[in-house]
């Protein structure tokens, strides 16, 4: 919705700003400043585009800042190989999409019962939540890691999935309890009208209604689990099982990662990522908004 | 309010996850830092020895102040530039130029987040490196060599080094936390203070500043918050080296857990950690309300 606020506002201002183009000749300094801020943000992923698809001769005699005379695919193909890294990538998509489905689900019976069911204690629950947000991962950790191996989780995708859905549900069962307790009346009164139960209400309205909230919710839940490290370190041990940030991470200071082979492996991290960006973008810039709210 | 009946059933499923994954690890974790465990066999009660010690270890109020200096670098310095760089991005680039400028820009600044900690890592490690790194090659190819240093390396520099990349990677989210925020402000206001001739900075103090404390206060809480945990960049890029220059508590508490077998010491190394980021969040939360009723 602010999207579009903004989108209405501009035309109404187009008149004064022709107005100033004329009057200001310091604007372009503003803008050129701004451009060599971005620059400098962006180039060490530019820095690491260009050395991920250079031969490692080219690299020891052209240095780090020229582009490659010809484009140089085997260090990605070699490091891709050596990590098997397609069983990564699976690893963090399989991890990460059933983090996020499971962890949306577990906020919404949640904030039901929370934002909408109000039941007794409820700022007791969301005190408890809340503080679930704060913990850092270090208090949770060696339980967590002691219990897995008592429950023969340890070294398994599940003991992840397990812990990111609790954890990511308390982010979201705090943030989706407060959109919950503005849900129009109308709308659960005519549901009960129409005979509903609370068990249809929330999946014929509440669910349906509240989409645009879930879909950034999922999609946090998505590239946050993506991202952790934390914890897969610890639990994902077997080179089989591990997540494209574990894979990457423990390779750092390994005798056989040179300069190319490095910004290679940095570069397949990277692009995963960006993919992400692009796709999501939209919904990730609400969401932040949505997440000034809470 | 008294409480609709029937609900309570739909709190089963979370309450049950919630108890098995936080609040019993939590209690183990508490109780554990009282006592004497290698991680098998089984546990010795030791009382406070572990905070005792914990008070008089070095290693531990270093890594605390090490802290200190990742919360410039990681909540102070990306605030305060990510509010004018938002305001100037708000306030002058969309209004100059155009939208799609501004929110290109926030794209751009907003990138290094949404890469994984773990690779963020690798790319500055890489381009840190003193051997093969870019950054050295550089200096060396405009004949500032003189300017090398081995940046992570050497206990001298290896945490300003950390502080220039965690800048580098949070300045995008205060951007964009602020630029959504002024989306709030009723244009309006500007217009009004263009008409009373009011300066830039008072456009800024009176207005971009004032309207978006709520996004203030909640960019603050949380980046001190992510600096006080920060573990992932420190593992890849340093290892808490050269030395313990960027040792940090949550490293610090892994290296116990995991390679030191110091299960009770670690237990209270993040207990400790705990408590100073709640109570942090809950000092946070009452100026914010505070600050909300004067405003009111």
């Keep these: 919705m602010t999207v579009t606020a903004v989108k209405n506002a501009a035309p109404a201002s187009e008149e004064p700003v022709k107005a100033a183009k004329h009057r200001n000749p310091l604007r372009f300094g503003v803008l050129i400043g701004l451009l060599v801020l971005l620059l400098l943000v962006v180039a060490p992923l530019l820095v690491v585009a260009i050395n991920a698809v250079k031969s490692p001769s080219d690299y020891a005699s052209n240095g780090p800042l020229s582009l490659p005379g010809h484009l140089y695919w085997d260090g990605i193909v070699n490091f891709w190989n050596r990590v098997n890294f397609g069983q990564k990538l699976w690893n963090s998509f399989f991890t990460s999409l059933v983090v996020a489905v499971l962890a949306v689900v577990v906020s919404i ?37 002691y219990l897995s191996k008592q429950v023969g ?43 509903a139960g609370k068990w249809r209400t929330l999946w014929r309205v509440v669910v349906p209604v509240s989409r645009p909230t879930l879909g950034v919710l999922f999609t946090f ?64 810039t609400r969401g932040i908004t949505a997440g000034a709210i809470k | 309010m008294a409480g609709k009946k029937g609900y309570a059933v739909y709190l089963i499923p979370g309450v049950i996850l ?12 508490v109780y554990t830092s009282f006592t004497k465990w290698n991680g098998v066999g089984d ?28 919360i410039v670098a990681m909540a102070v310095v990306p605030t305060l530039l990510g509010l004018v760089l938002a305001a100037v991005l708000f306030d002058y680039v969309a209004k100059k130029f155009s939208n799609r400028w501004a929110s290109l820009f926030r794209s751009g600044f907003y990138l290094p987040q949404v890469i994984p900690v773990a690779v963020t890592g690798i790319v500055w490690g890489w381009i840190l490196h003193p051997d093969y790194g870019a950054l050295n090659k550089i200096l060396d190819s405009i004949g500032l060599s003189g300017l090398a ?39 309006s206001l500007y217009e009004a203070a263009d008409l009373d001739g009011a300066s830039l900075w008072q456009r800024f103090r009176k207005i971009t500043v004032y309207m978006i404390r709520p996004e203030f206060y909640v960019v603050l809480v949380t980046t001190t918050i992510a600096a006080l945990k920060i573990f992932g960049q420190i593992f890849v890029l340093t290892g808490g080296g050269p030395s313990n220059a960027t040792l940090v508590p949550s490293y610090f508490a892994y290296k116990n857990f995991f390679e030191k077998a110091q299960v009770g010491y670690g237990s209270a190394i993040s207990t400790v950690l705990t408590v100073i980021i709640i109570v942090l969040a809950f000092v946070f939360l009452r100026l914010q309300n505070r600050a909300e009723k004067a405003g009111a």
Excluded: C
Excluded at chain 1, 109 to 129: D, E, H, P, S, T
């Design chain 2, 149 to 187: 240093r081995n940046w992570l390396g050497d206990p001298k520099y290896a945490l300003y080094s950390v502080m220039a990349i965690m800048i580098w990677f949070q300045l995008g989210y205060p951007i964009v936390m602020f630029m959504s925020g002024l989306q709030r402000i009723d244009p």
């Design chain 2, 18 to 29: 919630s108890v098995a994954i936080i609040v019993v690890p939590l209690i183990m974790t």
């Design chain 1, 109 to 145: 019976l949640n904030a039901y019962a929370l934002g909408i069911g109000r039941v007794k204690g409820r700022i007791w629950f969301l005190v408890f939540f809340l503080v679930a947000n704060l913990l850092p991962q270090e208090v949770l950790v060696y339980p967590l890691y």
């Design chain 2, 43 to 70: 546990q010795k009660w030791i009382g406070f020895d572990n905070y005792t010690r914990l008070f008089e270890d070095e290693l531990f109020w270093s890594s605390f102040g090490h802290i200190l200096l990742l």
């Design chain 1, 153 to 195: 989780l340890y070294d398994s995708l599940w003991s992840i999935i397990i812990i990111f859905t609790v954890i990511q549900s308390a982010f979201g069962t705090y943030l989706l309890t407060s959109v919950y307790a503005e849900f129009p009346t109308e709308l659960l009164d005519a549901a009960s009208v129409d005979g």
């Design chain 1, 221 to 284: 839940f998505f590239i946050w689990t993506w991202n952790e490290f934390f914890l897969p370190l610890v639990f994902l041990i077997s080179n089989d099982n591990q997540t494209v940030p574990v894979a990457l991470g423990v390779l750092q200071g390994d005798r056989l990662m040179d300069a190319t082979t490095t910004s290679a492996s940095a570069l397949i991290g990277i692009l995963p990522a960006m993919l992400f960006f692009v796709i999501f973008q939209r919904t990730l």
